[in-house]
């Protein structure tokens, strides 16, 4: 089984940063396909950004491009996503995804990831 961990959520200001990350543990492999989605009460889940299984490419929803980076980390099985420049429309659940299927894309759907965290709010204030 394989469990992910995010942390970083909390209260931040508009206009401010803020970094969340993501591990996975348990039986693992050495890639992995990671990216994180966000929700807002009454909609489905939204791919915010995410990279492939090598980590070599990266993809960002348009309403985060320029604002949002994804980075793996040392650690295997690690993502961080550093968020600047916060709007309150960034209020919302976000959920990092995993999965261990290779793939030379980046996967932006909800069904191209099996494994997910439990979510981390994080609220925006204008």
């Known amino acids: 089984q394989v469990q992910l961990a995010e942390s970083g959520g909390g209260l931040v200001q508009a206009g401010g940063s803020h970094r969340l990350s993501c591990a996975a543990s348990?039986?693992?492999?050495?890639?992995?396909?990671m990216g994180w989605f966000r929700q807002t009460p009454g909609k489905g889940r939204e791919f915010v950004a995410g990279?492939?299984?090598?980590?070599?490419?990266?993809s960002y929803a348009d309403s985060v491009k320029g604002r949002f980076t994804i980075s793996r980390g040392n650690v295997r099985n690690t993502v961080y996503l550093e968020m600047n420049s916060l709007k309150p429309v960034d209020t919302a659940v976000y959920y990092c995804?995993?999965?261990?299927?290779?793939?030379?894309?980046?996967?932006?759907?909800?069904?191209?990831?099996?494994?997910w965290g439990q979510g981390t709010r994080v609220t925006v204030s204008s």
């Open positions: 995804a995993l999965d261990f299927r290779p793939t030379h894309e980046v996967p932006t759907t909800v069904e191209e990831y099996r494994y």
């Open positions: 348990g039986r693992t492999f050495s890639t992995s396909a």
């Open positions: 990279s492939n299984t090598n980590g070599g490419r990266i």
